[in-house]
Structures are given as C-alpha cells and as structure tokens.
C-alpha cells in the first residue's frame, strides 16, 4: 500500500532542489557584490599618484626711470613690478646719463634716448645689451640746447623731438641712422603775468597719432604751438592754441579713440580739453577742470597726464598737495574729477599707467621713492598698496 507522503516525495524533492539553487545563486551574487564593493573601496583608500601641479609664472613689468644725478646717482634705472601683489623690485642701475630727466625707446625697445638737462644740454642714445639687459652709450649731442626736458620719437621713429625749458626753443633730430643729427632749431617768444613766465619755457613736445601734427607747450608763453613735417622741412605753423594767462600749460596727452586732446596747466592746477581739427592742426577750447579739491589752499603745482588706454578715465599729479587726480571722460570727452588721492610720497613728478591698467607707479622726487597705487580698471579709481622702493630723486618713470 502506498501511502500520500511518498506520493508527494518527487514533487517536494524538485522544489526543494529549485530553492537550494536560488540560494545558491543569491549567495554567489552576493559575494560577488561584496568583492566587488570591498575592491572599490580598497582602490579608493590607496593613495592616487601624484600629479606636477603646474604653477603659473609670475608676471612682472619693467619700467624704466630717469633720476638727477644727486648724491652719486648713476641716471637711468631699471624696475619691475609684480603683477600679481603690486611689489616692486630694487632698482637696478641699466645707464650711466646726465640729469635724464625724460625718456623715449623705440618699439623694438632696444633703442634709447635720453635728454640731458644741463646748462649745456642735448641728447644720449643708449643700445640695449641682450645679454644683461643694461643699455650702453652709442652717441651724444650737447652744447646744443639749454635745460631740454622732454623728449619722444615720431610714430614712424625716423625723427626725435625734444623741448628745452630755459633756451624756449624746439629741436627736431633725424636718427634713421646711428648717429643723431640735428635738423632744425625753432625759437619761440613768449611770456605771461606769473614770474615763472617772464619769456617762454618749452616743456613738452609730441606727434600727434596720425603723424601728421607735432605739438609743443609753452609754459613761459601760454600757448600750444603746431609744427609740421613738409618735404623734409620742419614748418612752425604758429599757435595752435591761446591758454588763459597764467594757466603755463606743462604737458599734453592725445586721446586714444578720439580728437580731444588734455592739456595739463601747471601754474593753474587745471585740465583743458581741447578738439583737434585732423585737417588743419588746429586746437579750439571745449573745458577747463581744476585738478585740486576745493578744499586746499596751499601751494600747489600739476605735473604730469595720462589717459587709459581705453580713453574712459584721465590722470593728474600734483606736487604740493602730492595727490593724483582723477577724472571719469565722458564720450563727449569732457571731463568730470572723480578722485584726489594721496601718492604716498612728496612731488610726484611723474607717473604712469601699468601695461595691464591694474597700478599706477609714482616717482615722488623730493621723497626719492617710488610707490605704488592700485586701479580698478572699470571704476578708474585709486587705492595705496603700501609698496615703494628708494630711488633718489625719481623724474620720470615709464613702462619699458
């Protein structure tokens, strides 16, 4: 007799069989998984190999500065500023020069002049040495002019052009060969009712962007004066512009996008804007602003002017109240004074506008410093980095 339990032996044996394999099978996945997990987690704990990090180098600009010879001073110096912290470096000594109280290079930025401000004054041409990046004597004028004090290169570098401060006169070199030659000399008689105006007083001098105009100042006379290049022949095309009494504009800048020209007023502490006429050279009188706050009272006397590069803001030293002033330029090229802000030294003589617009450096030349204030680029204004460097009687300092 066969009884219900062994009938339903087959049937449970074959479940029986189908659940162990099931669990045969979880298991295995799960060792699997856990080998799987404990290998992730093992190659994560292991240390990764360590890659070069790649550190960016640091970005200096070089600029060079003109010195008085005082105390042993050697002339023309060498000094680079760090883009990243606003630190400059120690001053290093690139050229021997007399009293170069301005300075101008060539594009290729191998080519040097300086003006020698002396009783028996001129020019030095400098060479650049690749090698250690000093700059050597190649050639001198002297004995040709009394007191010149600025000096540029025209945009096609095949003539020079300096000004003379106590001989009132203009000098126009051509230097497409080694050697400097004078072409031509041109005496201006000027005067004006303060005592430094008693005859004229060149200051600056400079082409216009299109090469086409060359511009002096007169402080001593009042007046902008316009020359002209014609078959070989520089041509005095007489005043250009007629400054108020007194005003004894110093330098003047050109705006990089537009006609308006800043002439800076020393005796007046001002900024005039004028307009240039492309066709005839001609300077007519748009504005006058003051480049002091209205607060101060003592004496005071401006410098030196820049423009950014991108035409939007306008800068202005001035010695006695030791501040730049800046000015916000509207598209009409007017001007509206943003900002007086200390150079943190005394008579800021000159200045100028770092390559990437992120600093201006200072030569305060009765403090024998150099200093550094920081630009906000899209503000225009100024802020004191606390950096400066000791350089004896700095007079100029531009961008190499």
Same mark, same amino acid.
């Given at each position: ?111 040097? &002049? ?31 002019? &009394? ?106 800048? &050109? ?103 992120? &600093? ?41």
């Amino acid at each position: 007799m066969i009884t219900q339990a062994h009938t339903q032996t087959p049937a449970r044996t074959q479940l029986a069989r189908l659940t162990y394999q099931a669990k045969s099978y979880l298991h295995c996945f799960i060792r699997v998984s856990i080998f799987v997990v404990l290998g992730s987690l093992l190659v994560a704990c292991q240390s990764p190999t360590r890659q070069p990090v790649k550190i960016a180098p640091t970005v200096y600009h070089e600029f060079l500065v003109g010195t008085y010879n005082k105390n042993l001073n050697e002339g023309i110096w060498s000094i680079k500023l760090n883009a990243t912290t606003g630190e400059l470096s120690t001053p290093t000594n690139v050229a021997a020069a007399i009293n170069p109280s301005y300075l101008a290079w060539n594009k290729n930025k191998n080519r040097l &002049f300086a003006v020698v401000e002396t009783k028996d004054g001129g020019i030095t041409q400098y060479q650049k040495q690749p090698q250690d990046l000093s700059f050597v004597k190649t050639y001198s004028l002297q004995k040709i002019a &009394f007191a010149p004090c600025y000096i540029s290169l025209s945009p096609n570098e095949k003539y020079l052009a300096t000004a003379n401060y106590v001989s009132g006169d203009v000098q126009f070199f051509d230097i497409s060969t080694n050697k400097p030659k004078l072409l031509k000399t041109i005496k201006h008689q000027g005067k004006g009712p303060s005592a430094r105006q008693k005859s004229s007083h060149l200051h600056w001098i400079a082409w216009s962007p299109d090469g086409k105009d060359i511009y002096s100042a007169d402080l001593g006379g009042d007046a902008i004066y316009h020359y002209q290049l014609a078959q070989g022949e520089f041509i005095d095309k007489g005043i250009a512009y007629k400054a108020s009494p007194g005003d004894g504009p110093r330098h003047m800048t &050109f705006h990089p996008q537009t006609h308006q020209v800043y002439v800076l007023n020393e005796l007046s502490n001002s900024v005039t804007v004028l307009q240039r006429q492309p066709e005839t050279g001609k300077l007519s009188y748009l504005q006058k602003r003051s480049t002091l706050n209205a607060n101060f009272t003592k004496f005071s006397k401006a410098a030196a002017i820049k423009i950014s590069s991108d035409g939007q803001y306008l800068y202005a030293s001035n010695r006695g109240a030791n501040t730049l002033a800046v000015f916000s330029i509207r598209k009409n090229g007017y001007l509206r004074r943003i900002q007086n802000i200390s150079t943190g030294g005394e008579e800021p003589r000159d200045f100028t506008i770092s390559p990437d617009g992120h &600093f201006i450096v200072v030569a305060n030349q009765n403090s024998n410093s150099l200093s550094v204030l920081i630009r906000n680029p899209t503000t225009g204004l100024l802020s004191n980095s606390q950096h400066q460097q000791s350089l004896i009687t700095p007079v100029f300092v531009g961008a190499l």
